[in-house]
């Protein structure tokens, strides 16, 4: 009398290949000055509300929310502009990282509510994205942010089912 287990393992992923040199993928460089991947640029032209305001871009909320507040102004500023930067009038809160903070909840919520713009984000696949022109804390972390909001959001590589059967011998 004895009794036997067996894992079955059924995997849905696909077949391993054999082992060849790894491709690397180019960096993506986000610039919309040299017109570089402008759909992913925080200055592109893709509405998105935030709070109770409606955006035109995640520079258009930036703006308006970097000192702490909501400035009016600047948030008047942005009517009937496209792709265009529009400096605050009220300086920028950077207490706790606060400006960077703002900025990864704006490009998540403009990324999440513009699913053309997520589709580009997600065809950049693994590749590095640089933000090279860029000099200032936002030449690390708006290529940081991207590459994060990415990864959050990929669809998750197919699991194992494992199923266990059991046999009793009598």
């Known amino acids: ?3 036997y287990t067996a894992t079955l393992t059924k995997s849905t992923a696909t ?3 054999p082992a060849t040199p790894t491709e690397t993928k180019a960096p993506v ?3 919309a000055g040299s017109d570089e991947n402008t759909g992913l640029s925080n200055l592109a032209t893709r509405p998105f509300t935030f709070g109770t305001k409606k955006y035109q871009s995640v520079e258009h909320a930036y703006q308006t929310l970097k000192s702490g507040g909501f400035d009016q102004q600047t948030y008047d500023k942005y009517a009937g502009t496209e792709n265009k930067k529009i400096a605050g009038n009220r300086g920028t809160k950077t207490t706790d990282n606060a400006n960077v903070r703002l900025m990864e909840k704006l490009m998540t919520a403009s990324f999440e509510q ?3 713009a997520m589709g580009l984000l997600q065809k950049t696949g693994d590749a590095v994205i640089t933000h090279t022109q860029d ?3 936002w030449g690390k972390e708006f290529p940081r942010i991207l590459m994060e909001i990415r990864e959050s959001t990929k669809t998750p590589e197919p699991s194992q089912d494992t199923t266990t059967a059991t046999s009793i011998d009598s």
Do not use: F, H, L, M
């Open 1 to 3: 009398n004895g009794v």
């Open 15 to 17: 077949p391993a290949t």
């Open 29 to 31: 460089n986000v610039w």
């Open 114 to 116: 513009n699913k053309d």
């Open 135 to 137: 000099k200032s804390i």
